[in-house]
């Protein structure tokens, strides 16, 4: 390896190194004001056939410890999970079907059998879409408790890349 | 030979540089990661019987212990005008529930249980709805399953701003006879809890020679 090569590499590993730092220091100023947000929503660009109905799956996370009300509370006083979606020009979007929830009861009270989504869970979307490159707006509307505290009613923003070719 | 010393030097410092850029990121990852746990601890205040002062979650909630309780006047179920200060010189508990809220209606009944208990005492609770958009009929309906008699009165949006924001239900805030918040817990506590912070707040603030209590 002549000197020449060597400077080269010597310098390239400092203008790497320096990228690195720069990025790092990038990343410590943007820690936002810690979202109080319980769902999260696990945004993947979605490709369909065009002109064909699809069911798009859309999955969300629920935040360790917590548990939203399913679509299908078991009581009318609980607010069940919501997806809803704006109108989207060139995309016929059908109702979102909800998985079924898991029964939970708090150990204060076991009497009271509640039916939640926890962890992960997935809502389907049927869609007919016209070829091209379309974004659905929506949001999900949940109600996160643990096993000792609720939190207010939340809306999460959803947002779909779909692309139908 | 001088020369590739001093490239070989360069090279190391780049290594360093790229190292240290790898170990801050972790670190990053691991406050972050650290944050989101304590904030998750930071839900279940006071359980163990543990005053909540550690526990409360210090950036949502600034604790109003100590602080003199802020007045309201809100309309309870029944139509009529209630006031914080028609119980002034009475242990008061006041209490932010919500139809939606499970853990709220678990101490509810314990509430009622202790509203009679310690009546003699002159302690008063009142439990103040956060989902006034729920209705009132929803309202009326919870309180009535859950045993309650004690005034249930329907918040304006105003009072939840003055007791600090309510990131979360159910929160209870102890007032002494001065009208000075004695407790204040968050989330769902135990009934043992509970009767210790009333018992507090009934002890503290009263006429010492002339109580005889």
């Known amino acids: 390896m ?25 990343n410590l100023n943007p820690s936002p004001a810690k979202a109080k947000s319980y769902v999260a929503y696990d945004a993947e660009p979605q490709v369909v056939p065009a002109g064909k109905r699809s069911v798009l799956e859309l999955r969300f996370q629920v935040v360790g410890g917590f548990h939203v009300n399913s679509h299908t509370p078991k009581s009318e006083l609980l607010i069940p999970t919501q997806l809803a979606f704006d109108p989207a020009a060139a995309v016929n979007a059908e109702p979102v079907e909800y998985p079924a929830g898991t029964p939970y009861s708090s150990s204060f009270d076991p009497t009271e059998k509640l039916d939640v989504y926890s962890g992960a869970f997935a ?43 | 030979m001088k020369r590739s010393v001093l490239v070989f030097g360069v090279m190391v410092f780049g290594v360093a540089l790229l ?9 990053e ?11 998750r601890v930071a839900l279940v205040p006071g359980k163990g019987g543990q005053p909540d002062s550690s526990t ?11 602080k003199t309780a802020p007045g309201f006047t809100l309309v309870a179920l029944d139509g009529k005008k209630v006031s914080l200060s028609d119980f002034k010189g009475r242990p008061v508990l006041v209490n932010f529930w919500a139809t939606w ?17 310690y009546a003699a005492q002159g302690f008063e609770i009142l439990g103040l709805a956060d989902d006034v958009d729920a209705g009132k009929d929803a ?20 009072v939840q701003t003055a007791y600090g924001g309510l990131d979360y239900l159910p929160m209870s805030f102890y007032i002494d006879r001065r009208g000075v918040i004695v407790e204040e817990t968050a989330g769902l506590g135990g009934k043992d809890e509970i009767e210790a912070h009333i018992k507090k707040t009934i002890a503290s603030g009263a006429p010492a020679a002339a109580g005889g209590q």
């Open chain 1, 123 to 165: 809502v389907k979307l049927p869609v007919t879409a016209a070829a091209g490159t379309h974004t659905l707006h929506g949001t999900l509307r949940y109600q996160a408790c643990d096993h000792a505290a609720c939190y207010p009613p939340k809306t999460l923003p959803v947002q779909i890349e779909l692309v139908a070719k």
């Open chain 2, 56 to 66: 409360a979650p210090e950036s949502e909630a600034p604790t109003m212990r100590g």
């Open chain 1, 2 to 26: 002549t000197r020449v090569q060597l400077a080269v590499g010597g310098a390239l590993f400092c203008v790497a190194g320096l990228a690195v730092w720069a990025a790092q220091i990038g």
């Open chain 2, 139 to 158: 309202i009326a309906k919870v309180a009535q399953k859950t045993g309650v008699t004690y005034p249930i009165l329907l918040t304006d949006g105003k």
């Open chain 2, 19 to 27: 190292l240290w850029a790898g170990w801050h990121n972790l670190r």
């Open chain 2, 29 to 39: 990852r691991r406050l972050a990661m650290q944050q989101a746990q304590a904030n």
């Open chain 2, 101 to 117: 809220c499970g853990p709220c209606k678990v101490e509810m009944p314990w509430f009622e249980e202790f509203h009679k208990q």
